[in-house]
């Protein structure tokens, strides 16, 4: 069973709009989620992260929201600009055994801003 | 720029033969890791390392093996090549356990089994 799940494969929006994607995960027993992008052809970068015990972090024209009792994420992305173009993967981050933690990708979710 | 490379970028090979991919880093990270991107199933997990000679499974680790003799390098090795196999492969670092899973990726490899 999927651990954490992009339900919206597409997205697409216009410039200088906000674009909001969404993640939902199943399991509490996380320490921090968090966003990635990637661009065809180019290997995933690290967006912004959010820790268990907050419930938004920002960072620029990035913000992610995490609501616990939902088992909810967004990231909200304003204004959205066409180089905002990618796939986006929310990920969890938490413990896979001994002293290691890993992380889950959910399947991704592809934003086109659209000039 | 984290400093991962990854060799071959592209390859075609055939069914049954033994396929070799490497990551090097250059600064020296304890954690490795490799993923495969397919369409539909996102980022998964195969193998990581959080140290030479220490190795695990990630979710899907079968018809992988990894090898890590070196902090700089750590090489995966599908033993016999299947067309299932075919994806692109990426290779990752985290910078120390604690950074809460910010991770670096590779450019990739894109593999083709026929």
């Known amino acids: 069973d999927q651990q954490v799940k992009q339900n919206s494969p597409s997205l697409s929006v216009q410039e200088g709009r906000i674009s909001i994607l969404n993640c939902d995960y199943t399991n509490s027993m996380f320490d921090y989620f968090l966003w990635y992008k990637k661009y065809p052809a180019e290997g995933p970068t690290f967006l912004i992260s959010i820790s268990s015990i907050k419930d938004k972090n920002e960072d620029g024209r990035f913000t992610v929201f995490l609501n616990k009792s939902a088992k909810h994420l967004s990231l909200h992305i304003v204004p959205s600009q066409p180089g905002d173009s990618a796939v986006y993967f929310c990920?969890?981050?938490?413990?896979?055994?001994?002293?290691?933690?890993?992380?889950?990708f959910g399947k991704g979710t592809l934003l086109t801003v659209n000039p | 720029d984290a400093g991962i490379t990854q060799s071959p970028r592209h390859k075609v090979t055939e069914t049954g033969t033994p396929v070799t991919l490497r990551c090097h880093q250059t600064e020296n990270h304890r954690y490795m890791y490799w993923y495969r991107q397919d369409p539909g199933h996102g980022l998964r997990l195969i193998h990581y390392?959080?140290?030479?000679?220490?190795?695990d499974k990630g979710e899907v680790s079968d018809g992988y093996s990894v090898s890590r003799s070196k902090t700089e390098d750590f090489l995966l090795t599908l033993e016999s090549a299947t067309s299932s196999q075919t994806s692109v492969y990426f290779c990752a670092i985290a910078r120390a356990s604690g950074r809460a899973g910010e991770q670096y990726f590779g450019p990739g490899t894109r593999l083709t089994v026929t």
């Open positions: 990920a969890e981050f938490g413990y896979s055994g001994g002293s290691n933690y890993k992380l889950t």
């Open positions: 390392s959080y140290g030479v000679k220490d190795t």
